[in-house]
C-alpha cells in the first residue's frame, strides 16, 4: 500500500473513532432537582402573577438569593400553579409512582420508627411507604439502560422496611438516603448528626445522615458534600456512556435551621429573626448546588441532552415569624393579613391552603438547542410562565413517554403528561383537579382533604375545629380570592356541593382511606353539604 493511500485510510479510521465517541446519546439525561420544605415564595424568582398573566414580584422575592434558579429559569419554563401534596413522603411516593397519595395511601410523612398515623388516623394507610415489589419510576428507568442515581433525602419508607434504601427501588446507586426525614445537622463537623465518639449510632432513634464519613469532621456543609457526591457519579455515568437519571433530593431546608456560613453575611442585617436568616443560607446553599450541577454538564458537554426538573416537595416551613408570636394555627399572624412564610399566600407546610400545597416547578433543557433531537421530542419554552394547574404526578408519565418507556397496565397512574405546558401552551385536555387527602394529626392542619378544580377549591375537615373556623366546609374561589380570605361556603351553596360531589367521587375512585370516629371506632367519611 503507498504511503498516500496508507495516510487516507489511517484518516478516515481517526474520524469514524472519533464520531463514535462523540455519537450523540440514545437517551437523554434526566435531573430531578428536589428541595424539602420550599415554599413557592422562598427564592428571588417570582412565580406568582398579576392579573395579566406577568410574573410579580413580592417582598420575600427580594429577601431570598436564588440566582441558579433565576439562570434556570430563563432557560425554561416556570409553573406558578404546581401543586404537591403538603407533607414530605407522600409527594416524594407521588414523583417515585405517578399517583395521588389518595391511591398509594402514603398519606402523611413517614416516622422512622412507628406507624405516624395519628390518634384518628386511617388504621390501614400505607405507613410502611415503598416496597421493592412496586412499580417506581427509577425501577422503569433503569430496565430502559439508565444508570439511576439517588442523593440526598429518601423518606421512603421506615428504618425497618425495605424501601428505606433507595436501591430497593430501582435505584443503582444511593448516597445519604434512608429513612430520615431531616439530617441530625448539616455541619461536617458534627458529623452531620452521627455520633462523634466513634460509637456505631443506635439502629433506633438516630437522625445522622448515612454514607458520608469522608466528610465527618470537616468543614463541608451538608449540601455541599451531596452536590461533591452527585457530580461524581454524574461524571462516571458520562465517562461510561451512559444515560442517568439524577434524583438528587436535598436535605435543604428542612429544618434544624442551621446556618450555612458561607451565606451568613448576607442576612445578618435583615429585620427577619435569626432562625429566618438561617434559612435564607440554607436556601442559598442549595441554590448553589444547583448552579454547581449546571457548569458541570456544561463541561461535561452534555447539557443539551439533559433535561430538569426543579421543585419543591410541600409547602414552606421558613421561620419568619420571631419565637414567641401568637398566630392563628396556620401560620398567620393575629390581626394581620401578612402570612408568615408564604405572604401573601395563606398558611404553610402541613396546611390546607394554598401555601401548604404550591411549590416553585421549573423545567428546562440545562443547555437549550432547538435543533436538539431530544428538544425537538420535548420542546420547552424558554423564559415562559405556565399558569395552568399541574402536580407532582405528572412528571412520571412525561419523563416516561420521552425516554420511550410505559408504566405497566395494572398501575394505575394518575398523572398527565406536561408536553403541551411545556411549550407554554393550555392543554385542554388537561383536567384542573388536584386532590390532597390529609386524614391525620397532627401536623398544624388535622384530618382534611382539599379538592380544586378550575378557580374552585374546596377544603372538607372531618372534625371541625377553630382551625376549620368550625365548620365542615371552607369553600374559595381562587380567581377573585387567591390568598383564600372569604369563605364562601355559606354563600354559594350550589358551587359547595357541586365540589364536595367532585370530592368524595375522587377519593372513591382512588380508594382513598379515613380517619376514625373516637367514640363509635368507625370509619368517617366526607359528607354533602
Not at 462516571?236 to 458561607?262: G, I, M, T, W
Not at 393575629?334 to 407546610?349: F, M, N, Q, S, T
Not at 375537615?461 to 376549620?468: G, I, T
Amino acid at each position: 500500500m503507498n504511503p498516500l493511500m496508507r495516510n487516507i485510510l489511517l484518516s478516515l479510521f481517526l474520524c469514524a473513532a472519533c464520531a463514535s465517541t462523540h455519537a450523540a446519546p440514545a437517551q437523554p439525561n434526566v435531573i430531578i432537582f428536589l428541595v424539602d420544605d420550599m415554599g413557592v415564595m422562598d427564592t428571588s424568582v417570582p412565580f406568582l402573577t398579576d392579573d395579566a398573566g406577568k410574573p410579580k414580584r413580592y417582598p420575600l422575592n427580594d429577601y431570598f438569593r436564588t440566582p441558579n434558579m433565576e439562570r434556570l429559569a430563563a432557560r425554561g419554563i416556570r409553573f406558578n400553579n404546581f401543586c404537591a401534596m403538603s407533607v414530605c413522603s407522600p409527594t416524594r411516593i407521588s414523583i417515585m409512582t405517578g399517583q395521588n397519595a389518595a391511591r398509594h395511601r402514603t398519606t402523611n410523612w413517614i416516622s422512622p420508627d412507628n406507624n405516624n398515623a395519628g390518634p384518628q388516623g386511617p388504621p390501614d394507610w400505607n405507613w410502611q411507604g415503598m416496597k421493592k415489589t412496586d412499580v417506581a419510576l427509577p425501577r422503569l428507568m433503569q430496565a430502559n439502560g439508565y444508570r439511576t442515581i439517588h442523593v440526598g433525602k429518601g423518606h421512603f419508607a421506615p428504618r425497618e422496611f425495605e424501601g428505606a434504601d433507595p436501591r430497593t427501588i430501582g435505584f443503582d446507586i444511593n448516597v445519604a438516603g434512608a429513612s430520615i426525614g431531616a439530617p441530625g445537622s448539616y455541619y461536617g463537623k458534627q458529623n452531620f448528626g452521627n455520633p462523634v465518639d466513634g460509637k456505631v449510632a443506635k439502629k433506633k432513634g438516630g437522625s445522622g445522615v448515612p454514607g458520608l464519613e469522608k466528610y465527618h469532621g470537616t468543614d463541608t456543609f451538608l449540601t455541599e458534600a451531596l452536590t461533591i457526591e452527585a457530580k461524581s457519579h454524574v461524571a462516571d455515568a458520562v465517562k461510561e456512556s451512559k444515560p442517568f437519571f439524577l434524583y438528587f433530593a436535598s436535605y435543604a431546608v428542612h429544618a434544624p435551621f442551621n446556618s450555612d456560613p458561607r451565606y451568613a453575611a448576607h442576612y445578618q442585617d435583615s429585620d427577619k429573626p435569626a432562625p429566618a436568616q438561617a434559612f435564607a443560607t440554607l436556601i442559598e446553599g442549595m441554590d448553589k448546588a444547583l448552579g454547581d450541577l449546571l457548569d458541570q454538564l456544561d463541561a461535561l458537554g452534555v447539557a443539551e441532552n439533559t433535561l430538569i426538573f426543579f421543585l419543591g416537595d410541600n409547602g414552606s416551613d421558613a421561620p419568619m415569624v420571631a419565637p414567641g408570636t401568637k398566630t392563628a394555627g396556620d401560620g398567620q399572624k393575629l390581626g394581620a393579613h401578612i402570612v408568615a412564610c408564604a405572604a401573601p399566600l395563606r398558611g404553610k407546610k402541613g396546611s390546607h391552603y394554598e401555601g401548604g400545597t404550591r411549590v416553585p416547578f421549573i423545567a428546562a433543557w440545562a443547555k437549550p438547542n432547538a435543533g436538539n433531537a431530544f428538544q425537538k421530542r420535548l420542546p420547552i419554552s424558554a423564559g415562559a410562565i405556565q399558569s395552568q394547574q399541574a402536580a407532582v404526578y405528572d412528571m412520571f408519565p412525561t419523563i416516561l413517554a420521552l425516554t420511550g418507556k410505559s408504566a405497566p397496565a395494572n398501575h394505575p397512574v394518575d398523572g398527565a403528561r406536561l408536553d403541551t405546558l411545556l411549550t407554554g401552551k393550555r392543554d385542554a385536555s388537561r383536567e384542573e383537579i388536584f386532590l390532597m387527602h390529609y386524614p391525620h394529626s397532627p401536623h398544624r392542619s388535622d384530618y382534611f382533604t382539599t379538592y380544586r378544580i378550575g378557580d374552585w377549591k374546596v377544603i372538607y375537615h372531618y372534625f371541625p375545629s377553630e382551625v376549620s373556623e368550625g365548620s365542615h366546609y371552607q369553600l374559595f374561589n381562587l380567581k377573585a380570592d387567591p390568598f383564600e380570605q372569604k369563605n364562601l361556603a355559606a354563600t354559594e351553596p350550589a358551587a359547595l356541593k357541586r365540589l364536595m360531589q367532585g370530592l368524595i367521587s375522587g377519593l372513591e375512585k382512588q380508594k382513598a382511606v379515613y380517619p376514625v370516629d373516637k367514640d363509635t371506632k368507625q370509619l368517617v367519611k366526607p359528607k354533602l353539604p
